[in-house]
Protein backbone atom coordinates (compact mmCIF):
# COMPACT_ATOMS: atom_id res chain seq x y z
CA UNK A 1 0.00 0.00 0.00
CA UNK A 2 1.18 3.22 -0.55
CA UNK A 3 -0.53 5.19 2.57
CA UNK A 4 -3.92 6.40 0.14
CA UNK A 5 -6.45 4.26 1.28
CA UNK A 6 -9.41 5.54 2.58
CA UNK A 7 -8.52 9.45 1.35
CA UNK A 8 -11.73 11.19 -0.34
CA UNK A 9 -11.46 10.12 -4.11
CA UNK A 10 -10.13 12.65 -6.25
CA UNK A 11 -8.57 15.21 -3.16
CA UNK A 12 -4.83 15.07 -3.77
CA UNK A 13 -3.06 15.97 -0.90
CA UNK A 14 -0.23 19.09 -1.04
CA UNK A 15 3.02 17.06 -2.37
CA UNK A 16 1.06 15.17 -4.67
CA UNK A 17 0.18 18.17 -6.76
CA UNK A 18 3.19 18.64 -8.55
CA UNK A 19 3.05 15.24 -9.94
CA UNK A 20 1.35 12.36 -12.11
CA UNK A 21 -1.53 10.53 -10.47
CA UNK A 22 -2.34 7.65 -12.79
CA UNK A 23 -5.15 5.49 -11.50
CA UNK A 24 -7.94 3.13 -12.91
CA UNK A 25 -11.15 3.34 -11.57
CA UNK A 26 -12.79 -0.58 -11.87
CA UNK A 27 -16.72 -0.03 -11.82
CA UNK A 28 -19.62 -2.31 -12.13
CA UNK A 29 -22.26 -0.58 -12.12
CA UNK A 30 -23.46 3.39 -12.57
CA UNK A 31 -23.33 3.87 -9.21
CA UNK A 32 -19.89 1.84 -8.69
CA UNK A 33 -19.14 4.68 -11.08
CA UNK A 34 -20.45 8.35 -10.13
CA UNK A 35 -19.77 7.55 -6.55
CA UNK A 36 -15.93 8.02 -7.76
CA UNK A 37 -16.23 10.47 -10.22
CA UNK A 38 -19.02 12.70 -9.11
CA UNK A 39 -16.87 13.77 -6.06
CA UNK A 40 -13.52 13.70 -7.99
CA UNK A 41 -14.64 16.33 -10.45
CA UNK A 42 -16.54 18.10 -7.92
CA UNK A 43 -13.03 18.42 -5.95
CA UNK A 44 -11.33 19.67 -9.28
CA UNK A 45 -14.44 22.26 -10.22
CA UNK A 46 -13.36 23.88 -6.45
CA UNK A 47 -9.77 23.65 -6.78
CA UNK A 48 -9.68 25.46 -10.36
CA UNK A 49 -8.72 22.93 -12.18
CA UNK A 50 -8.63 22.28 -15.71
CA UNK A 51 -11.35 19.36 -15.71
CA UNK A 52 -12.07 16.90 -18.49
CA UNK A 53 -14.43 14.15 -18.73
CA UNK A 54 -13.97 11.79 -22.10
CA UNK A 55 -16.85 9.13 -21.82
CA UNK A 56 -19.79 7.59 -23.49
CA UNK A 57 -22.91 9.77 -23.78
CA UNK A 58 -24.48 7.73 -21.59
CA UNK A 59 -21.91 8.34 -18.93
CA UNK A 60 -21.93 12.06 -19.83
CA UNK A 61 -25.29 12.72 -19.47
CA UNK A 62 -25.41 10.72 -16.33
CA UNK A 63 -22.40 12.54 -15.00
CA UNK A 64 -23.78 16.04 -16.06
CA UNK A 65 -27.08 14.89 -14.17
CA UNK A 66 -25.46 14.24 -10.93
CA UNK A 67 -22.95 17.23 -10.58
CA UNK A 68 -25.57 19.59 -11.63
CA UNK A 69 -25.74 22.61 -14.75
CA UNK A 70 -23.53 24.53 -12.64
CA UNK A 71 -20.35 22.32 -12.27
CA UNK A 72 -21.33 20.66 -15.29
CA UNK A 73 -20.78 23.89 -17.33
CA UNK A 74 -17.25 24.04 -15.95
CA UNK A 75 -16.35 20.84 -16.87
CA UNK A 76 -14.97 20.24 -20.26
CA UNK A 77 -16.68 16.92 -21.77
CA UNK A 78 -15.20 15.66 -25.13
CA UNK A 79 -17.02 12.70 -26.95
CA UNK A 80 -15.57 9.05 -26.30
CA UNK A 81 -15.59 8.24 -29.87
CA UNK A 82 -13.92 11.64 -31.50
CA UNK A 83 -10.96 11.13 -29.17
CA UNK A 84 -9.90 7.17 -29.15
CA UNK A 85 -9.19 6.99 -32.66
CA UNK A 86 -5.94 5.20 -32.52
CA UNK A 87 -3.42 4.69 -30.00
CA UNK A 88 -0.90 7.37 -31.35
CA UNK A 89 -3.16 10.23 -32.09
CA UNK A 90 -4.56 10.00 -29.61
CA UNK A 91 -1.30 10.41 -27.50
CA UNK A 92 -0.22 13.48 -29.53
CA UNK A 93 -3.63 14.42 -28.68
CA UNK A 94 -2.75 14.25 -25.57
CA UNK A 95 0.59 16.48 -25.66
CA UNK A 96 -0.94 18.98 -27.52
CA UNK A 97 -4.07 19.82 -25.94
CA UNK A 98 -2.33 19.31 -22.16
CA UNK A 99 0.06 22.20 -23.32
CA UNK A 100 -1.96 24.32 -25.37
CA UNK A 101 -5.09 24.04 -23.13
CA UNK A 102 -4.96 22.14 -19.88
CA UNK A 103 -2.06 22.82 -18.04
CA UNK A 104 -2.27 27.23 -18.48
CA UNK A 105 -4.95 27.15 -16.57
CA UNK A 106 -3.70 24.83 -13.51
CA UNK A 107 -3.49 21.18 -12.39
CA UNK A 108 -5.03 18.74 -15.16
CA UNK A 109 -7.64 16.73 -13.90
CA UNK A 110 -8.99 14.04 -16.50
CA UNK A 111 -11.42 11.28 -16.39
CA UNK A 112 -11.42 9.00 -19.27
CA UNK A 113 -13.13 6.05 -20.72
CA UNK A 114 -10.96 4.24 -23.52
CA UNK A 115 -12.48 2.24 -25.81
CA UNK A 116 -11.51 -1.26 -26.19
CA UNK A 117 -14.90 -3.11 -28.45
CA UNK A 118 -14.36 -2.96 -32.04
CA UNK A 119 -10.81 -4.10 -32.36
CA UNK A 120 -8.48 -6.63 -33.58
CA UNK A 121 -6.13 -8.05 -31.50
CA UNK A 122 -3.05 -5.66 -32.50
CA UNK A 123 -5.05 -2.54 -31.81
CA UNK A 124 -6.17 -3.75 -28.55
CA UNK A 125 -2.50 -4.40 -27.56
CA UNK A 126 -1.05 -1.54 -28.69
CA UNK A 127 -4.30 0.56 -26.76
CA UNK A 128 -2.87 -1.27 -23.52
CA UNK A 129 0.64 0.11 -24.67
CA UNK A 130 -1.06 3.40 -24.63
CA UNK A 131 -2.12 3.29 -21.14
CA UNK A 132 1.29 2.20 -19.69
CA UNK A 133 3.23 4.68 -22.06
CA UNK A 134 0.95 7.59 -20.04
CA UNK A 135 3.35 7.19 -16.83
CA UNK A 136 6.20 7.97 -18.83
CA UNK A 137 4.86 10.44 -21.05
CA UNK A 138 3.22 12.51 -18.25
CA UNK A 139 5.86 11.43 -15.07
CA UNK A 140 6.39 15.01 -13.47
CA UNK A 141 3.38 16.72 -14.75
CA UNK A 142 0.39 18.34 -12.91
CA UNK A 143 -1.69 16.01 -13.81
CA UNK A 144 -4.35 13.35 -12.35
CA UNK A 145 -5.83 11.01 -14.66
CA UNK A 146 -8.63 8.07 -13.72
CA UNK A 147 -9.21 5.75 -16.57
CA UNK A 148 -12.41 4.33 -16.12
CA UNK A 149 -13.15 0.54 -16.88
CA UNK A 150 -16.42 -1.39 -16.91
CA UNK A 151 -15.87 -4.79 -15.38
CA UNK A 152 -19.80 -5.78 -16.24
CA UNK A 153 -18.42 -5.47 -19.80
CA UNK A 154 -14.99 -5.91 -20.57
CA UNK A 155 -13.23 -8.90 -21.38
CA UNK A 156 -11.34 -9.95 -18.22
CA UNK A 157 -7.57 -9.56 -20.10
CA UNK A 158 -8.61 -6.04 -20.59
CA UNK A 159 -9.53 -5.70 -16.85
CA UNK A 160 -6.32 -7.53 -15.80
CA UNK A 161 -3.73 -5.33 -18.06
CA UNK A 162 -5.61 -2.13 -16.23
CA UNK A 163 -3.46 -3.05 -12.88
CA UNK A 164 -0.54 -3.75 -14.68
CA UNK A 165 -0.47 -0.17 -16.57
CA UNK A 166 -1.99 1.88 -13.43
CA UNK A 167 0.42 2.62 -10.39
CA UNK A 168 -3.54 3.23 -8.35
CA UNK A 169 -6.67 1.76 -7.95
CA UNK A 170 -9.52 4.15 -7.11
CA UNK A 171 -13.12 3.44 -6.11
CA UNK A 172 -15.44 4.49 -3.13
CA UNK A 173 -13.25 4.16 -0.49
CA UNK A 174 -10.69 6.03 -1.97
CA UNK A 175 -7.17 5.33 -3.70
CA UNK A 176 -4.50 2.64 -3.49
CA UNK A 177 -1.56 1.68 -4.80
CA UNK A 178 -1.86 -1.45 -7.56
CA UNK A 179 -0.37 -4.30 -6.28
CA UNK A 180 0.27 -5.86 -9.49
CA UNK A 181 1.41 -2.69 -11.43
CA UNK A 182 4.58 -3.22 -13.34
CA UNK A 183 7.17 -1.08 -14.67
CA UNK A 184 6.41 0.86 -18.12
CA UNK A 185 9.55 -0.32 -19.42
CA UNK A 186 8.73 -3.92 -18.65
CA UNK A 187 4.91 -4.04 -20.13
CA UNK A 188 6.47 -2.03 -23.12
CA UNK A 189 8.79 -4.65 -24.01
CA UNK A 190 6.30 -7.44 -23.16
CA UNK A 191 4.32 -5.69 -26.18
CA UNK A 192 7.37 -6.30 -28.19
CA UNK A 193 7.73 -10.04 -27.35
CA UNK A 194 5.77 -11.98 -29.83
CA UNK A 195 7.30 -12.39 -33.00
CA UNK A 196 6.22 -10.88 -36.28
CA UNK A 197 4.58 -13.78 -38.82
CA UNK A 198 6.99 -13.27 -42.16
CA UNK A 199 5.89 -11.68 -45.11
CA UNK A 200 4.01 -14.00 -47.99
CA UNK A 201 5.87 -15.26 -50.51
CA UNK A 202 4.22 -13.00 -53.37
CA UNK A 203 5.28 -9.74 -51.27
CA UNK A 204 6.83 -7.54 -53.13
CA UNK A 205 10.46 -6.92 -51.95
CA UNK A 206 13.08 -4.33 -52.70
CA UNK A 207 16.33 -3.88 -50.99
CA UNK A 208 18.36 -0.26 -50.89
CA UNK A 209 21.34 1.33 -49.58
CA UNK A 210 22.89 4.78 -50.06
CA UNK A 211 21.80 6.65 -52.69
CA UNK A 212 19.29 4.61 -53.57
CA UNK A 213 16.50 6.56 -51.67
CA UNK A 214 14.76 8.03 -55.07
CA UNK A 215 14.04 4.61 -56.73
CA UNK A 216 12.52 2.82 -53.60
CA UNK A 217 10.66 6.29 -53.21
CA UNK A 218 8.83 5.84 -56.77
CA UNK A 219 8.80 1.89 -55.94
CA UNK A 220 6.91 2.58 -52.96
CA UNK A 221 4.52 5.04 -54.69
CA UNK A 222 3.82 2.18 -57.35
CA UNK A 223 3.23 -0.29 -55.25
CA UNK A 224 0.84 1.59 -52.88
CA UNK A 225 -1.27 2.89 -55.60
CA UNK A 226 -1.35 -0.93 -56.95
CA UNK A 227 -2.46 -2.05 -53.78
CA UNK A 228 -5.41 0.63 -53.27
CA UNK A 229 -4.26 2.90 -51.00
CA UNK A 230 -5.77 6.47 -51.48
CA UNK A 231 -4.01 9.02 -53.21
CA UNK A 232 -4.40 11.40 -50.34
CA UNK A 233 -2.43 8.76 -48.41
CA UNK A 234 0.31 7.59 -50.76
CA UNK A 235 2.52 10.61 -50.13
CA UNK A 236 2.15 10.37 -45.90
CA UNK A 237 3.25 6.03 -46.66
CA UNK A 238 5.85 7.12 -48.77
CA UNK A 239 7.74 9.66 -46.47
CA UNK A 240 6.92 7.11 -43.11
CA UNK A 241 8.79 4.36 -45.39
CA UNK A 242 11.41 6.46 -46.39
CA UNK A 243 12.16 7.96 -42.73
CA UNK A 244 12.98 4.54 -42.09
CA UNK A 245 14.97 3.73 -44.36
CA UNK A 246 17.06 6.90 -43.81
CA UNK A 247 17.88 6.17 -40.35
CA UNK A 248 18.99 2.78 -41.27
CA UNK A 249 21.39 4.08 -44.04
CA UNK A 250 22.60 6.99 -41.56
CA UNK A 251 22.50 4.93 -38.16
CA UNK A 252 22.05 1.72 -39.07
CA UNK A 253 23.82 -0.94 -40.68
CA UNK A 254 23.72 1.19 -44.13
CA UNK A 255 21.29 -0.91 -46.45
CA UNK A 256 18.23 -2.98 -46.00
CA UNK A 257 15.16 -4.69 -47.43
CA UNK A 258 11.85 -3.45 -47.82
CA UNK A 259 8.76 -5.78 -48.40
CA UNK A 260 5.00 -4.59 -49.23
CA UNK A 261 2.35 -6.75 -49.12
CA UNK A 262 -1.79 -6.51 -48.58
CA UNK A 263 -3.30 -8.45 -45.98
CA UNK A 264 -6.82 -8.48 -43.77
CA UNK A 265 -7.43 -4.97 -44.86
CA UNK A 266 -4.18 -3.32 -44.57
CA UNK A 267 -1.19 -2.29 -46.40
CA UNK A 268 1.78 -3.90 -44.29
CA UNK A 269 5.43 -2.86 -44.96
CA UNK A 270 8.43 -4.52 -43.58
CA UNK A 271 11.51 -2.55 -43.47
CA UNK A 272 14.29 -4.65 -42.27
CA UNK A 273 18.14 -3.22 -40.97
CA UNK A 274 20.29 -6.17 -41.02
CA UNK A 275 22.70 -4.40 -38.87
CA UNK A 276 23.06 -3.94 -35.09
CA UNK A 277 20.46 -4.22 -32.59
CA UNK A 278 18.80 -1.24 -30.67
CA UNK A 279 16.96 -0.70 -27.54
CA UNK A 280 13.39 0.18 -28.66
CA UNK A 281 13.00 2.01 -25.26
CA UNK A 282 9.60 4.11 -25.98
CA UNK A 283 11.12 5.20 -29.19
CA UNK A 284 8.71 7.14 -30.98
CA UNK A 285 5.54 7.34 -28.66
CA UNK A 286 8.14 10.60 -26.32
CA UNK A 287 7.83 13.79 -27.77
CA UNK A 288 11.00 14.06 -29.70
CA UNK A 289 14.03 15.71 -28.11
CA UNK A 290 17.27 17.38 -29.48
CA UNK A 291 19.53 14.71 -27.80
CA UNK A 292 17.94 11.77 -28.61
CA UNK A 293 19.01 10.91 -32.63
CA UNK A 294 16.03 9.46 -34.59
CA UNK A 295 13.54 10.60 -31.66
CA UNK A 296 12.21 12.89 -34.47
CA UNK A 297 11.72 10.31 -37.53
CA UNK A 298 9.68 7.50 -35.37
CA UNK A 299 7.37 10.19 -33.66
CA UNK A 300 6.61 11.29 -37.35
CA UNK A 301 6.32 7.65 -38.34
CA UNK A 302 3.88 6.55 -35.63
CA UNK A 303 1.91 9.16 -36.33
CA UNK A 304 1.65 8.92 -40.12
CA UNK A 305 0.49 4.95 -39.79
CA UNK A 306 -1.78 3.37 -38.29
CA UNK A 307 0.08 0.67 -36.11
CA UNK A 308 4.32 0.88 -35.87
CA UNK A 309 5.67 -2.47 -34.91
CA UNK A 310 9.36 -2.81 -33.67
CA UNK A 311 11.51 -6.00 -33.17
CA UNK A 312 15.07 -5.86 -32.14
CA UNK A 313 17.93 -8.79 -31.77
CA UNK A 314 20.62 -10.31 -32.78
CA UNK A 315 19.50 -10.75 -36.46
CA UNK A 316 19.06 -6.70 -36.69
CA UNK A 317 15.56 -4.16 -36.48
CA UNK A 318 12.67 -5.05 -38.03
CA UNK A 319 9.73 -2.18 -38.66
CA UNK A 320 6.96 -2.90 -39.77
CA UNK A 321 4.21 -0.16 -40.45
CA UNK A 322 0.56 -0.89 -40.42
CA UNK A 323 -1.88 1.12 -42.93
CA UNK A 324 -5.56 0.54 -43.02
CA UNK A 325 -6.72 -0.09 -46.42
CA UNK A 326 -10.58 1.10 -47.81
CA UNK A 327 -12.77 -2.26 -46.85
CA UNK A 328 -13.70 -3.27 -50.80
CA UNK A 329 -9.76 -3.60 -51.85
CA UNK A 330 -8.57 -4.62 -48.79
CA UNK A 331 -6.83 -8.33 -48.86
CA UNK A 332 -8.08 -11.64 -47.97
CA UNK A 333 -6.00 -13.98 -45.50
CA UNK A 334 -3.76 -14.92 -48.33
CA UNK A 335 -2.25 -11.56 -47.38
CA UNK A 336 -1.40 -10.70 -51.52
CA UNK A 337 -3.94 -9.05 -53.67
CA UNK A 338 -4.13 -10.05 -57.52
Known amino acids: MNGLQG ?86 DYYDRTRRDWWPRGRLRLLAEPVWTGFTPLEVREWKRHEAILNVAFAGTPSTIVCAYDTSTLDAHVIVDAAHTHPELVDGHGARASEHFVDPAEFYAGCNAPPLEPPPAGAARRPFASGELPGLRAFLTAEAIRYGLPSDRVLPFVLAVNEVATNIIRRGGGHGVIWLWAQDGELLCDVADPGRPMEDRFLGYLRPRPHQPGSAAMWAVRLLCHIVEIRSGEHGVLVRMHLKLPRALGAGADGVRG
Open 7 to 92: TTPGVETGHERGVLLHRALMYGSERDFTDVAVPYLRAGVKAGDAVVVITSAANTALLRGQLGTEAADRIEFIAQADWFRAPMQTLA
